[in-house]
């Protein structure tokens, strides 16, 4: 729910309010402010307009509540799941800059 409630936030700053922000995602007040203190999971339909109105990928937020409507072993495969895009994340970002760093040694040697 953290990712929700921080995209929500951001959302906020852009409409001004928690009751236009509410309006741009389809909610009602009762049912943003429900989100924002953790009363209640948002719906993938929800983080998907979320996501639409800041620009950017759902997946995390997506995982991020399917693993907190889960119970018992579904929770522990949510869990594992959300532990193995964090690992690709990295690699990525490991990946991208290790070729300047190489370059940058390199230079540094030569």
Known sequence: MKKVQENIEKLKEKYKSYNKTA????LTGAGINYLIHGESIAKDETIVKIADELKIE???MLIE???DRS???AKKYWVQIEKKLAGVAAAIIVT???PSLLNSTFSILC
Request: glycine fraction near 12%; hydrophobic fraction near 25%; avoid cysteine.
């Open 65 to 67: 509540s399917a693993k």
């Open 58 to 60: 759902p997946d995390e």
């Open 71 to 73: 119970k018992g072993d």
């Open 23 to 26: 309006k741009a995602l389809g």
């Open 96 to 98: 991208s800059t290790l």
